[in-house]
């Protein structure tokens, strides 16, 4: 490995003129200066980041201090903060100190020995004392450690009593609390919060309050033995979502069905909330920007040494799932979303070189992933939280069997999706390349998706927000569902792909089309394009979207993100555009999600791996401001 010698060797200079060039320290001229790097670059120096520390007292070291790394909240939270250190040029370091006190004064007395630039720190056991000892800027969060260090929190004890307050909302009569730990302060005034509504109430008993001490197996135990004592409680507030997992367990281990007999919630709304049976109901934290604000303003205290100390307390909101509300309650408050369309597998493989025709050629990779553009348009509008029913088909085979079941795993009936005897699911053989790309398509029973089948779907259509369709399904359906709509009043979004003429009467009834700009070009040589211009939303790629209203043409820009694979990104557009406009969100509005939505969805391998939820698209679009 090379050293500040070899480099001044190497240029033919003292080793300070090479410090100063590395440095950016003191004069050195341009000739010197070119001579310097270029031994660098020849020499794979690296410089001595812990001398340089020494030199400068800086290290350019931001460590995060969390006392439980198993909980999913503080990796979240992690996420975020990193995020912010890395764009400012700093290394971020996360130390997990299992609650113990001397585990983290070793990390902090560590950490200060090779200069680290500041500590953000979720702590409930750092006194004044220990406090004395720390010499650098430090941000406490999600936790008060001292009215003397600058903190960012939320508004625990008020989430936890408008927590209690829902559950009191959809019927809950005896409500019990699981509590975090007592020498925490956010457990405690959420265990306050719980109380502020509950303490006056002739049933309550201080039995309705067992601590989980924020952990899955502990809240499970204390809920296994809340519900058997006392089998009248049918609600419970847990002080985290972890616990809240944990009491859902508990519920199903004791065959308690939840939420018919027991309703439950947590707090903090972590991903994890999502996938578990049921899915839980929560008062979600801003979790990505309570992070990026503990970073901000430990940046500013370094940067500026300012020690004036910075308090932010965030607002907590209800996030409803199933956990409290039956399935078809749930179902009957999200917008209705109905999509006729295309059921594939997509079959891809990857090669270094696109076969000329007669020539065969060694692939790479060999995957499939479920595609078609009527089933990633529905898992696009799913995701945005819509009600998304598919009439469609697939084949009597494995293929279709998978397809079916992925669609169903993202929430989306699939009651009107037939299996058609003997025929083959539809399939897309993908040929991908470096920067090109060839397609197969074989409709297999996307082509017996035929106005018979829709016909027997008509309930479905009339019940329906919005229709969705595509041109991967005969044309005569197209046509026989657009007049089944306008019979219900119904709107019907059509986005014209692939590319074929289209009737008169499917121009005139339709309420908006979504065409890519190629698209658009064949759609103005229709004689009657003028009538129907303003129908077209037009998406432009990475230039954004374009869309009349009023008479006026209005431009949504692109947005600026990582591209790995584009292939879902108009179909996620379109689901997510109807998602929006089914809920009754006004056109300008609407197509900024859409448009969000799509670029999101670019970041990831495969159309619908990358589709964002709703509140991915509204973060990103918060954090674009």
């Not at 003397?148 to 929190?153: A, L, R």
């Not at 975090?180 to 008993?205: S, T």
């Not at 907590?316 to 009957?332: A, F, G, K, Q, W």
Request: glycine share 8%; net charge negative.
């Amino acid at each position: 490995m090379a050293t500040i010698r070899d480099v001044a060797e190497f240029a033919k200079v003292s080793t300070a003129t090479v410090s100063r060039v590395i440095n950016s320290n003191g004069y050195v001229n341009e000739e010197t200066k070119w001579r310097v790097n270029e031994a660098i670059e020849q020499l794979n120096y690296f410089p001595n980041d812990v001398a340089r520390s020494l030199f400068k007292g800086r290290s350019k070291m931001i460590a995060l201090l969390v006392p439980d790394i198993t909980n999913p909240f503080f990796p979240e939270l992690a996420r975020a903060i990193e995020d912010v250190t890395n764009q400012h040029g700093y290394t971020f370091v996360l130390c997990n100190t299992d609650n113990d006190i001397d585990k983290k004064m070793g990390y902090l007395s560590a950490l200060q020995q090779k200069s680290v630039d500041g500590f953000i720190i979720v702590s409930s056991s750092l006194t004044e004392d220990y406090l004395k000892n720390i010499q650098t800027p430090i941000v406490a969060l999600d936790r008060i450690i001292s009215p003397e260090v600058s903190s960012v929190t939320v508004n625990n004890r008020d989430g936890a009593r408008k927590a209690v307050k829902y559950l009191k909302s959809v019927g809950c009569s005896r409500i019990a609390h699981i509590a975090g730990p007592e020498h925490v302060d956010n457990a405690v005034y959420r265990m306050r919060g719980f109380l502020d509504e509950i303490k006056h109430e002739k049933w309550f008993d201080s039995s309705y309050v067992l601590s989980g001490a924020y952990n899955f197996e502990k809240a499970r135990e204390a809920a296994v033995n809340l519900l058997t004592k006392n089998p009248k409680i049918d609600g419970i507030f847990a002080g985290n979502d972890l616990m809240g997992a944990g009491v859902l367990n508990a519920a199903a281990s004791l065959d308690i069905n939840v939420p018919e007999d027991l309703a439950v919630i947590g707090f903090d709304g972590i991903s994890m909330s999502e996938t578990v049976t049921p899915a839980l109901t929560t008062m979600a934290q801003p979790i990505y920007d309570i992070g990026t604000k503990a970073a901000e303003i430990l940046i500013e205290h370094i940067s500026t040494r300012y020690q004036s100390v910075m308090r932010e307390e965030f607002n907590v909101r209800l996030i409803e799932r199933e956990s409290t509300l039956r399935m078809e309650d749930l179902m009957s408050a999200k917008p209705k979303v109905c999509i006729i369309g295309s059921i594939n597998m997509d079959l891809n493989v990857t090669t270094n070189k696109m076969p000329m025709q007669g020539e065969t050629v060694l692939g790479d990779k060999f995957f499939t992933n479920p595609g078609g553009k009527g089933a990633n348009q529905a898992v696009a509008a799913a995701r945005m939280g819509a009600d998304v029913n598919v009439i469609g088909a697939v084949g009597e085979d494995a293929f279709g069997q998978k397809l079916r079941q992925n669609l169903a795993n993202e929430g989306i009936r699939t009651e009107s999706i037939e299996t058609i005897a003997d025929v083959s699911t539809g399939t897309a053989t993908i040929i991908l390349s470096e920067n090109d790309n060839r397609i197969i398509v074989a409709p297999g029973a996307n082509n017996h998706v035929t106005p018979e089948l829709v016909a027997k779907q008509r309930e479905l259509i009339e019940e329906s927000d919005i229709i969705l369709m595509q041109l991967e399904v005969p044309m005569e359906t197209i046509v026989s569902t657009v007049k089944i709509a306008e019979a219900s009043d119904v709107q019907v979004i059509l986005n014209p792909a692939p590319f074929q003429p289209l009737p008169e009467s499917v121009l005139k009834k339709t309420a908006y089309m979504t065409p890519n700009e190629i698209e658009l070009a064949s759609m103005k040589e229709y004689p009657m394009y003028e009538s129907i211009r303003q129908k077209m939303i037009v998406t432009r790629g990475g230039k954004g979207v374009t869309f009349v209203e009023n008479g006026a043409e209005n431009v949504i820009g692109g947005h600026c993100v990582q591209v790995t694979d584009t292939t879902g990104a108009g179909d996620t557009f379109n689901g997510a555009l109807a998602g929006e406009l089914a809920g009754g969100t006004n056109l300008p509005d609407a197509v900024t999600m859409a448009n969000a939505a799509a670029a999101l969805s670019v970041s990831k391998l495969g159309a619908q791996s990358g589709m964002p939820s709703k509140q991915d698209v509204q973060r990103f679009l918060q954090e674009g401001k």
